[in-house]
């Protein structure tokens, strides 16, 4: 629990595997794990208090978290059983807090270092936030740290930051 003026905040670093090459041991895994985070997000809302569960899901959620969604067709963070587990995560009641805040495309997160990715914006989003109804109605906002991935030896991901208001 991260303590604040207004009370808690249980915050869940995530990093799901990748997955990759699918189909295989790896994809198996990533499946495995997510059934996993699933059966511990249900028991972690059952506490009815603001909780965020954020980081790298690994997961292109929808065609508009990429740039080119024919490109990753027949990768494993973008097959269909991957974004199946994810929109069952969210069916426990998460929001995305993105797509709470904005229905644009082109909203990445991540940038492969190869191929002129990041300067020809060739990114995807599998970097995410999602919220407990508790921690949603906080939510006053979102950012994409984007600046970052322009700096000297970054990292291909940026950072997403949110601000919840006083419940």
Known sequence: MIPTARGAV?????????????????????????DRLIRHAR????????????????????????AHPEQWEKDALFLPETRAKFRELLALGFVDAL?????????????????GAWQRNNGVRIDHFLLSPQAADQLAGIEIDKD????EKASDHVPLRIELRDA
């Open 99 to 115: 797509r709470a805040s904005s229905d644009e495309a082109g909203l990445y997160t991540f940038w492969d270092y190869q191929a």
């Open 148 to 151: 970052m991935r322009g700096r």
């Open 10 to 34: 249980r915050l869940a670093s995530v990093y799901a595997p990748n997955g990759n090459p699918a189909p295989g041991e790896k994809y198996a895994y990533k499946l495995a794990f997510m």
């Open 43 to 66: 028991k972690l809302l059952a506490y009815e208090e603001p909780l965020a569960l954020a980081g790298d899901f690994n997961v292109i959620a929808e065609p508009r978290d990429a």
